[in-house]
């Protein structure tokens, strides 16, 4: 999957550690050293963006571990992707929509 | 070059090994053979194991060798250095490839001993993690050497496998076959066969209703290296179908791995059952280190895990499971399945078996099931066929090739056959190329 130059730049402008990967015909963004909103521990992480639709979900936002201190969610079972084991909240999205947003609206589901 | 410690595993793909053999048969202007590069990536297991995995096969272009009409081919500095830039992009491997024209274990000749070590050394110094060596093929078989960071000499692997169907495997560690009377009556799957299920590795994942009655085929075929990943103990329930586990193991809690070992064991006193009580996902190198894998998984999602690891590890995967289901009539139904996806053909969401739907349902069930109805019977019938598609594959005894194997269960009927989408499945698996065999590789945006 290509991903449009100014989506990635807009990403880029939320963190600027930005790597792809592919498994399974999928397409994966690791975005390391994200910021995540106020109260959530741990405050920075690594996160894996999933800009497609997969399992149900037209997009989907992995975090290495249950992010606690933020709104309850209710977490699926550990997924491995990528040889990594992720953790990742039920949390649908419209489709459609640019990366930054993709990420943000995800991001938007951990706050209080 | 001595016989060191094995420790090397290598894997390429059939077809790969396919392409080399006719690359490597053209006639070239003035040449007397070709010679071409084998691109691979390495991982090291947490017990020293490196594994070894073919992603691509590149050809030496014709206008890239040198006439000399000494050695049967000789290559200039241009090819090598095209090698070492596509080492350095890849942060991958390099095998240098060539044709002994005949059939049978090929073995170095002196020209090759002389030459061939100083091209893979020179790889080794741009990539000194991942495994760069020497490969001989013949028609059917393979001489490999390789230069790995920790060894000063060249080693030659524990094994080289074309995965495939069948698989063709060698192992250099051969040991004496024992001499006795127990595998007799399998004598017809081939002179090697008992050699090959003494050495192949082999994973169960799920020792239930399904994974127990492959751990006791398996032990029964004379397969010493079981790999069984379960982290359950068996309970009251499970008695209706878990093989081998007996009434006083539920009192006890016994960890289902604990009783395919007890079992495995009993039948087969040489085998070396590994025991892994955790979700593969937490021990992934035992399972990247199996050279097949059979899974009897209860969801969707768990497959599509295991196939993922399985199809970076260039390992065979045989799927197998059943379902009931209440018809709106309040009859039932059994389906179940029986798959194989095997490296570089159709995987599971080729054949359209996991597709982002069934997944999708099946998360947002998550937490909303109780124990689906199971039983034996149906358990043991695609058990039974998955152990069965496993020998032919190890040792081809049924002489079909590159077989595609998507497979049907009626439960109600007890008819297996083809599935209608194997015959519509794509030739080659779009989902998973070789290219992305090997440890994840980020690429930076």
Redesign the interface.
């Known amino acids: 999957m290509e991903f449009p130059e100014n989506e990635i730049e807009e990403l880029r402008k939320i963190a600027p550690d930005l790597s792809f990967a592919q498994e399974g015909g999928h397409s994966y963004i690791l975005i390391k050293n994200l910021s995540l909103p106020d109260g959530c521990i741990p405050g920075i992480s690594d996160v894996l963006l999933c800009p497609q639709a997969r399992d149900g979900y037209t997009s989907r936002l992995f975090f290495p571990v249950q992010i606690t201190g933020c709104q309850e969610r209710n977490w699926n079972k550990q997924l491995r992707v990528l040889e990594t084991n992720w953790h990742a909240f039920s949390w649908k999205l419209e489709g459609n929509l640019r990366l930054a947003e993709m990420l943000l609206i995800h991001l938007n589901g951990l706050r209080k | 070059m001595k016989k060191d410690k094995q420790i090397v595993k290598m894997r390429i793909p059939a077809r790969i090994q396919q392409q080399m053999l006719i690359d490597l048969q053209r006639k070239h202007p003035f040449a007397y053979e070709r010679v071409g590069f084998l691109f691979t990536k390495s991982k090291k297991l947490t017990n020293k194991t490196m594994l070894v995995l073919a992603t691509e096969y590149v050809p030496v272009a014709d206008e890239d060798y040198v006439e000399d009409k000494t050695v049967g081919a000789r290559i200039n500095s241009t090819s090598i250095r095209k090698a070492m830039q596509t080492i350095f992009d890849n942060k991958g491997g390099c095998f240098h490839v060539h044709l002994h024209d005949h059939s049978g274990i090929p073995g170095p000749s002196s020209t090759d001993k002389k030459g061939l070590p100083g091209v893979a050394e020179s790889f080794s110094n741009i990539s000194g993690e991942q495994v760069n060596g020497i490969l001989i093929l013949s028609h059917d078989s393979f001489y490999c050497t390789v230069k790995i960071k920790e060894k000063k000499k060249f080693v030659l692997p524990a094994s080289v496998s074309a995965v495939g169907y069948p698989m063709n495997q060698q192992f250099n560690n051969v040991r004496r076959i024992e001499k006795n009377d127990v595998f007799q009556r399998q004598s017809f799957l081939g002179k090697k066969s008992n050699h090959l299920f003494e050495n192949v590795k082999v994973g169960i994942i799920g020792y239930g209703g399904g994974g127990s009655h492959i751990g006791q085929q398996l032990a029964h075929i004379g397969v010493r290296n079981i790999v069984v990943f379960d982290d359950d103990k068996i309970e009251g329930s499970n008695m209706n179908r878990l093989v081998g586990g007996w009434f006083r193991d539920i009192k006890k809690s016994l960890l289902k791995t604990a009783i395919a070992k007890r079992v495995i064991k009993k039948i087969l006193p040489s085998a070396k059952p590994e025991c892994i009580n955790s979700r593969w996902?937490?021990n992934?190198d035992k399972l990247q280190e199996c050279d097949v894998v059979l899974g009897c998984v209860d969801s969707y999602?768990e497959r599509?895990?295991l196939?993922?690891?399985c199809?970076?590890y260039l390992i065979p995967y045989i799927d197998i499971g059943m379902d009931v289901y209440e018809e709106e009539d309040k009859s039932y139904s059994m389906p179940g399945q029986v798959i194989l996806s095997m490296p570089g053909q159709a995987?599971m969401?080729c054949f359209g078996f996991l597709t982002?739907?069934k997944?999708?349902?099946e998360?947002?069930r998550?937490?909303k099931v109780g124990g689906r109805p199971q039983v034996v019977w149906p358990n043991g019938v695609l058990a039974s066929t998955a152990v069965g598609i496993f020998v032919d594959l190890v040792t081809g005894w049924s002489r079909q090739k590159d077989k595609t194997i998507y497979l049907t269960y009626e439960g109600n009927t007890g008819i297996i056959k083809d599935h209608v989408r194997a015959r519509f499945a794509p030739e080659e698996c779009?989902?998973?190329p070789f290219s992305?065999a090997g440890?994840?590789?980020?690429?930076?945006?």
């Open positions: 996902q937490d992934p999602a599509q895990q196939e993922a690891e199809r970076h995987c969401r982002d739907e997944l999708g349902e998360a947002a998550y937490g779009e989902h998973y992305e440890p994840p590789m980020y690429k930076k945006l």
